[in-house]
């Protein structure tokens, strides 16, 4: 593979990687560009069980959606409603929330996952709420809550800063955010596909912010629509930025665009080996992030295995009740069982380990 590398003229890129000297943006573009794609993957595997040997991580995590009314018009949604009352449009109340919660008494949980739509009408005392009661059911469960697009939302609609939200959210019992809401940084094509939202900086701010406060965080890249791919590049080096700044990133998660029932339906969606690439690539840029996540219900259960030798370690969790990749057509089930996820990995050739969202490890399951 070596031989094909230097083939396709990347020995300097294989010469850095193994002195392990950092990649640049123009290293980065050349890797997505290269004809040598299994070259690439290669390159990606070896870095990844540099770090992680076979281990593959993912969690027993249950995702909850408590509104999907959203004042935001991203063009690649298909999850959201302008408005209460149109068709469609749903927004549970407190207790509905944590009956979800109380139905999986018997599961041994430890991760509840939950993104909502901008909502505009709400209270910021709903969100508390939640928080506090989701703790209030599952004492000791971690709540990865509110992408930074929320957190940012709701400093502007509550007339708070983002500190003070954050503050007053852990308060009242969030753990860490999750990745969402990233897009593509490169105001281009931000303004295009989610022109009234927070930017990019903003984006990366709350997440300095969360870091700030002692919290983990995050962060994705929704790739495979109208961007380059020398705006992919210049995403991911954003992200290994601030975690040279922070050090409170512990995963990175390439989102691959799915294009049902939105208004970005006419573009393709991403093909596999673009899929497999971009896992690779960000595994090789990012050499200060522990975790490439290949989110299962975004890339289909095969290429999530597939991924597993491009470069990821992590597959998400069981994840249960998704329903923003659903509506834009996802085909994946709806959950995995434990049991299906050890299978997928264990017949990946890799050794599952079941952790916590801070990546502690939970359980080695038996071979
Ligand atoms: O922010 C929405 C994306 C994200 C579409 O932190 C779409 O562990 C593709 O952030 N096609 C939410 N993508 C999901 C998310 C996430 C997933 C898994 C793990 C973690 C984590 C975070 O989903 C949104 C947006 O970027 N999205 N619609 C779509 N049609």
């Known amino acids: ?6 083939a396709a003229g990347l020995a300097d890129i294989v010469e850095k990687v ?3 000297e950092r990649l640049t943006f123009d290293d980065g573009v050349r890797l997505f560009e290269t004809p040598e794609f299994l070259g690439v993957g290669w390159l990606a595997n070896r870095e990844r069980e540099r770090r992680h040997g076979a281990k593959t991580y993912f969690n027993h995590n249950l995702r909850l959606e408590a509104t999907n009314v959203c004042e935001a018009s991203c063009l690649f949604c298909s999850f959201a409603r302008l408005k209460e009352g149109m068709a469609g449009a749903h927004t549970a109340s407190v207790e509905q929330i944590l009956d979800r919660l109380r139905a999986r008494a018997g ?3 430890t991760e509840v996952h939950m993104v909502n739509g901008l909502h505009p009408e709400l209270p910021f005392s709903y969100y508390l709420d939640l928080l506090r009661g989701l703790k209030g059911v599952r004492p000791g469960i971690h709540l990865k809550c509110f992408t930074a697009v929320e957190i ?4 502007d609609h509550y007339g708070k800063t983002d500190r003070q939200v954050l503050e007053e959210l852990r308060a009242a019992g969030l753990d860490s955010l999750p990745g969402g809401g990233a897009e593509i940084f490169a105001p281009r094509v931000r303004k295009k596909i989610s022109y009234d939202k927070c930017d990019g900086d903003r984006y990366l701010s709350v997440h300095r912010t969360a870091h700030a406060l002692g919290m983990r965080t995050n962060m994705t890249m929704l790739y495979g629509h109208i961007e380059t791919l020398a705006e992919r590049v210049d995403h991911i080096l954003q992200v290994r930025a601030i975690q040279d700044e922070t050090g409170g990133l512990q995963a990175f998660i390439p989102l691959a665009f799915h ?5 970005m339906r006419k573009l393709p969606a991403p093909t596999a080996t673009d899929t497999l690439r971009t896992h690779a690539v960000a595994r090789l840029l990012l050499d200060n992030v522990d975790h490439i996540k290949a989110y299962w219900i975004s890339t289909s259960v095969e290429l999530a295995q597939t991924a597993l030798w491009f470069g990821a370690d992590d597959l998400d969790g069981t994840v249960q009740e998704e329903t923003i990749y659903h509506m834009a057509g996802s085909t994946t089930p709806a959950a995995l069982s434990t049991d299906q996820i050890e299978r997928i990995i264990r017949d990946a050739g890799r050794e599952p380990i079941e952790r916590d ?8 399951p038996a071979a």
């Open 1 to 6: 593979m070596r031989e094909r590398l230097r």
């Open 357 to 364: 969202t801070l990546y502690n490890v939970v359980r080695v």
């Open 18 to 20: 193994e002195a392990r």
């Open 259 to 263: 294009p049902d029932n939105n208004q």
């Open 152 to 155: 940012a939302f709701f400093a």
């Open 107 to 109: 599961e041994p949980l």
